[in-house]
């Protein structure tokens, strides 16, 4: 993150991720830079040969085997960053159900810390939904539920576009520090027309 974004935070542990997200999504000259620019940072998480070998390896020919695999993954690795979440069953494409394809992050940890719908899209939503999609070869969905800061993770669900996902039509959250900070009245990304975040 320091190296994509150029500059350090002086804060430590996960109130420096915070802080640099917020840096990130506040120093974009749009939203699809920000998109863009953590898209970036996930590849950079694992070595360049793994993402299209899965794509090949796993995606292409065991595509339901993969998607759990996936949710498995991202379950027991991620709870650091999202907070605790369990393996579920969910819609898939074709309308079937995906069993233990799903991810139900309770309460998700990052939108809590960061406050902000527009960091929430921008920064988590829409560059991993693009990751797995282009990069590990699969489609997934995230649906964020800003009442509760609940996510549920569906591989094998091809997300909606932008115009027609209600995530989109959120406004800025009236605590949203970006806002606050950076953005008067609104905040970048939130409440804008969705044919620009994409």
Known sequence: MVAAIGSDS???GYDAIVDLTRVLNSSSSNPRDTQIRTRQILLSLFPPWLPPAFKVMFSRPVPGLSCQLNAWVTMLTCQWLMGPCKVNDVEVDGGCVGKGQGVLVERCR???ETGCASVCLNSCKVPTQEFFAKDMGLPLTMTPNYEDFSCQF?????????????????????????KQRHWGDRCPGADMDAAQLV
């Open 154 to 178: 569906s591989f094998g669900l091809t997300p909606k576009p932008a115009a027609s996902d209600e995530a989109f039509a959120t406004p800025c959250f009236l605590q949203c520090p970006s």
């Open 10 to 12: 002086d804060k430590e």
């Open 110 to 112: 990052y939108l809590e």
